[in-house]
């Protein structure tokens, strides 16, 4: 695999479930974003990692939780979520975080029954 | 914060003519304008870019211009073709963060 991957590339998922978005990048970058997107909102920026460290988190409610292990790859965990939490989740990558070409992934398609 | 305002939501033009699409920005601190083209189904590409000190940029048949005066700046595609009906988002960014405040995007129909 080239680029950004994501999985799963959908899900559905009760309001009790917890489960988790994966992302990966394969391009050797040092950034990694997490944005929502939904059908009446332009892309949402949910948060940033540079060099593994949260650098930004943009007011997102505590019940999507992200984790960067290290600069490839990339989590969103998510519990409890509500039915205005679906959405297309995604991923993105840069060579470092500042004014760099951000590399988006496929997406996850998530719906929250 | 930063907000930026797309227009028009959608355009529609025919095959061959031109077409613009303008953004406008709140912080006067922005200094990184990408735009961003998305297929039907696809994930998001950057088409063009341009930086805060420079005024205008060209690629082929897309150019973008910057007025960082009135804070607004704009895409520019001519000769469309069919492949470039996608809904196109522009964005802005300031300092190191890395945080991009996009548009709410346009949907871009090419009409043979």
């Known amino acids: 695999e080239t680029g950004v991957t994501q999985t799963p590339r959908h899900l559905v998922m009760g309001m009790t479930n917890k489960k988790s978005l994966k992302c990966e990048q394969h391009l050797g970058h040092n950034a990694m974003y997490w944005y929502k997107q939904s059908a009446k909102k332009p892309l949402e920026l949910m948060f940033v990692y540079n060099f593994k460290e949260q650098t930004e988190n943009n007011s997102v409610p505590s019940r999507f939780s992200p984790e960067c292990p290290n600069s490839s790859h990339l989590f969103l965990h998510l519990h409890t979520l509500q039915p205005e939490d679906s959405a297309l989740y995604l991923c993105?990558?840069?060579?470092?975080?500042?004014?760099?070409?951000?590399?988006f992934g496929p997406g996850t398609r998530l719906t929250v029954t | 914060g930063e907000n930026v305002e797309q227009h028009p939501s959608t355009l529609s033009v025919q095959e061959g003519d031109s077409a613009v699409i303008k953004c406008t920005y709140s912080?006067?601190?922005?200094?990184?304008f990408p735009w961003y083209k998305q297929e039907l189904g696809k994930r998001p590409q950057l088409i063009i870019d341009?930086?805060?000190?420079?005024g205008e940029k060209k690629d082929q048949r897309i150019a973008v211009t910057l007025n960082k005066t009135a804070k607004h700046f704009s895409l520019h595609i001519t000769e469309t073709q069919p492949e470039d009906s996608a809904v196109y988002f522009c964005a802005a960014s300031t300092g190191n963060t890395g945080k991009l405040i996009f548009g709410q995007g346009t949907t871009l129909q090419v009409k043979p």
């Open positions: 912080d006067s601190a922005s200094n990184y």
């Open positions: 993105a990558s840069s060579q470092s975080s500042g004014a760099y070409e951000q590399y």
């Open positions: 341009i930086r805060s000190n420079v």
